[in-house]
């Protein structure tokens, strides 16, 4: 039997579907009704990265308008919750469909970097719930607001490319599969 064999399809394909509607959700509901209040976008969408001045800007703005304030705690309070919950389990399971990395430039891998494969979609988990209780904290009057906002640009960047990693990963998995079966 192989590795992944007994993960169906359709799970995938449901959770990959329950990603695009938490996705939409988020990014109709809040993230475009916010840069529509503020012109600006939300932080998280930056896929570059930013530095300690975006956060002190968002800050101001933040501080200058309560509406924007609000869009921006609603979404961490609403689709922020689910989505990365969703995306890891979605990550994970397509790592498990796909089996664990058998080569690595065209060797045998060790067993140990296989394995560590499947830890990166838990990193993304991380990196992205670290990034949203992060934000709350740093768009607060919360004493750890300066510290929060110092960690906000490095949980985004860690975020991204966990993201970008198992991105990579995935299409070199599907690559070698398809090639095996031909």
Not at 72 to 83: D, H, K, N, Q, T
């Amino acid at each position: 039997m192989k590795a992944g064999s007994a993960i169906p399809l359709w799970i995938i394909a449901l959770l990959a579907a329950l990603c695009l509607v938490v996705l939409g959700w988020t990014t109709f509901g809040y993230t475009m009704p916010f840069e529509h209040e503020t012109g600006q976008a939300v932080l998280d969408t930056y896929f570059a990265g930013y530095d300690d001045s975006a956060v002190f800007h968002m800050q101001t703005l933040l501080d200058q308008n309560e509406t924007a304030s609000g869009i921006l705690r609603a979404m961490y309070f609403g689709p922020e919750l689910i989505f990365p919950a969703l995306l890891t389990a979605l990550l994970l399971l397509i790592f498990l469909r796909l089996g664990p990395i058998e080569t690595w430039r065209g060797r045998q891998a060790p067993r140990l970097f296989g394995r560590i494969t499947y830890i990166l979609p838990f990193i993304y988990g991380f990196a992205d719930y670290g990034e949203n209780i992060a934000s709350l904290i740093a768009f607060s009057d919360s004493a750890a607001a300066g510290t929060a906002a110092q960690i906000l640009p490095w949980m985004t960047k860690l975020k991204f490319a966990s993201l970008a990693i198992c991105a990579i990963l995935i299409i070199r998995g599907v690559i070698l599969q398809r090639t095996r079966e031909e």
